[in-house]
């Protein structure tokens, strides 16, 4: 890239963005890294929008193309959701040299155990910071940490790396996220932190504070996963680079809520003046691609078609946890949305069958019930290639009942 020392925010041929972007006033406090790694998560997080479902194949040309594009670093999806997805991990680990592989998994020694076995270089390990659900996991922080350190150690031992993936960061105490953060590096290895702002809610100056509050108290990578509900996704992620994030998670046409993977890349490269080392001209392509396969446009805050649809087995966990309390209404019926509607598909869990069992004023399910259900869901979303319906789900609902 051809960019004048004089005249840094103009690149001929390419872009004319705003001189003030380099102002010293605006850059004195900025600590930006030598270099960003774009850790793609279209075929994890971005998979999780409701409805959508890739197939092997799909995952693995999606996945070709984000590597021939420049992408270092790809979560190939949740080993653990099903065997589909544990087959294209285990082949991207296979087929895609030079890119590192990762999947995602919870703090529990089976899906590590699965993660070792698809062949991938990485481990995304998930825990919940916020205290009530540590505590309904663990019994208490302390012993969550302790499974966490434990945990960590273990994959190391298996000559992986590991990010440790703060759940809900941005909605957590400071000096919780330490006692969870410092140990877990020191003591269990985690090779980087993963800040992760999953209600979206966070102004990008809060995302900057918390990467350099973090910054004090470990010295490895850190990682931000910024979510777009409130429409800071990009700036709160270009926020966390100023203040030296050196890993970003992006997304293809920002599915999930996630930041997007084109704002993020150019808002590198041309408001921060970085190199990526991404072929830039291949993002069209890509995004066409993702399109034609999810089913599905871009994710749009707030007003958006699929934000008031939920798949995922955690987000209807923490649901029927609450469903007896009384609500208080969410951030969609402020702009006229209406609540939440929980979706079927190859995402749920067992959670997810015992709302819907509720909502149609069935009787609630057993574990057991719930977990043949959810299996057969699965099985149907995976054939369908998307959502199952609700005569679907009551035919289902009925057999397993007898």
């Not at 006033?25 to 960003?36: A, G, I, N, Q, Y």
């Not at 100023?242 to 599915?255: F, K, L, R």
């Not at 067992?350 to 909502?359: N, Q, T």
């Not at 299996?375 to 290639?385: E, G, I, P, R, Y």
Request: net charge negative; proline share 3%.
């Amino acid at each position: 890239m051809v960019r004048s020392s004089e005249t840094p925010w103009r690149v001929p041929d390419k872009w004319d963005t705003s001189r003030h972007n380099w102002a010293e006033e605006v850059r004195k406090d900025w600590t930006l890294p030598s270099h960003v790694t774009i850790h793609d998560v279209t075929l994890r997080d971005g998979e999780q929008t409701a409805g959508v479902v890739f197939g092997v194949k799909e995952k693995l040309e999606i996945a070709h193309a984000l590597a021939d594009m420049g992408v270092e670093r790809i979560e190939g999806g949740m080993a653990a959701v099903s065997p589909d997805d544990a087959e294209a991990i285990t082949r991207m680990a296979k087929e895609l040299k030079g890119v590192e592989i990762s999947t995602f998994a919870r703090t529990r020694k089976d899906d590590c155990d699965l993660a070792v076995k698809c062949g991938v270089g990485r481990i995304i390990m998930e825990i919940p910071t916020p205290l009530d659900r540590m505590n309904a996991i663990w019994g208490t922080p302390e012993k969550a940490v302790e499974a966490l350190v434990e945990l960590t150690n273990y994959v190391k031992d298996q000559g992986l790396n590991c990010t440790l993936f703060l759940l809900s960061t941005m909605l957590s105490d400071v000096d919780h996220l330490k006692r969870l953060i410092i140990p877990t590096v020191e003591e269990g290895g985690a090779d980087c932190v993963c800040l992760v702002d999953t209600t979206g809610a966070s102004l990008p100056q809060a995302m900057y504070y918390m990467v350099r509050k973090v910054k004090e108290w470990v010295d490895v990578p850190i990682e931000v996963h910024v979510h777009n509900r409130w429409g800071c996704g990009t700036a709160g992620t270009l926020a966390s680079v100023m203040a030296g994030a050196e890993v970003i998670h992006t997304c293809v046409n920002g599915m999930g809520g996630n930041a997007a993977i084109d704002e993020c890349v150019m808002g590198l490269e041309g408001l921060l003046g970085m190199d990526t080392g991404i072929k830039t001209k291949q993002l069209m392509a890509l995004s066409d691609m993702v399109r034609k396969y999810a089913k599905r446009d871009w994710y749009k805050p707030f007003l958006g078609s699929k934000t008031r649809e939920v798949e995922i087995g955690i987000a209807t966990q923490n649901m029927w946890a609450v469903r007896n309390e009384p609500k208080e209404g969410t951030y969609l019926e402020q702009v006229g949305g209406g609540g939440v509607t929980v979706v079927l598909g190859k995402k749920s869990g067992r959670y997810s069958m015992m709302l819907k069992a509720v909502e149609f004023g069935l009787s609630e399910p057993s574990q057991e019930e719930a977990y043949k259900m959810l299996d057969q869901v699965k099985a149907l979303s995976n054939k369908k290639k998307g959502p199952i319906t609700d005569d679907e789900f009551k035919q289902i609902y009925h057999q397993v009942k007898g």
